[in-house]
């Protein structure tokens, strides 16, 4: 068999190398400084429970800041005694740390499908900044986002 009659699968190989080169090109890590990730160095402070200011945050005075120290060691006692705390202790977290009672928002702590959730989210506004208290198994990390514009930090309420 010659070039000329294997033609149709010959071109068969070219379209399936091509495109195997294409999938696998995405598969590739980025090379040092994760240009494509830029606000990396900034999450990685969360998982180690320290406050992290997101760009624009970064100021490490302010109502804010202190509401979101005194966040940090309100959760942190609470995950030392409830590594997974439901949805009325993370308000009182909250609360314990100097929020009102009427302003803290809270995620969920069961599924649509009645399941425990992994982890749990409050936060309340402070000015125009919004104070994030997160905890998944025992673990606390603090940050501050700006603001929705409608006023709450968690879209739709979850007061």
Known sequence: MNWRTAGPARGQVVVLCVGMAVVLGGCVAPAVG??????????????????????????????????????????????VEVPKPGREAVRGAFITAGAEEGSVQVSLDTTPTGLEVDAITGAVAVESVCVFGHVRDGEVSVTRLPVLAGGNCFVGDQR
């Open 34 to 79: 994760d240009e494509l990730n830029p606000g990396k160095d900034a999450q990685a402070g969360q998982s180690s429970g320290e406050v992290v200011p997101q760009p624009g945050q970064e100021e490490s005075s302010g109502p804010a800041a202190a509401f979101a120290s005194e966040v940090k060691e309100s959760l942190t006692a609470l995950a």
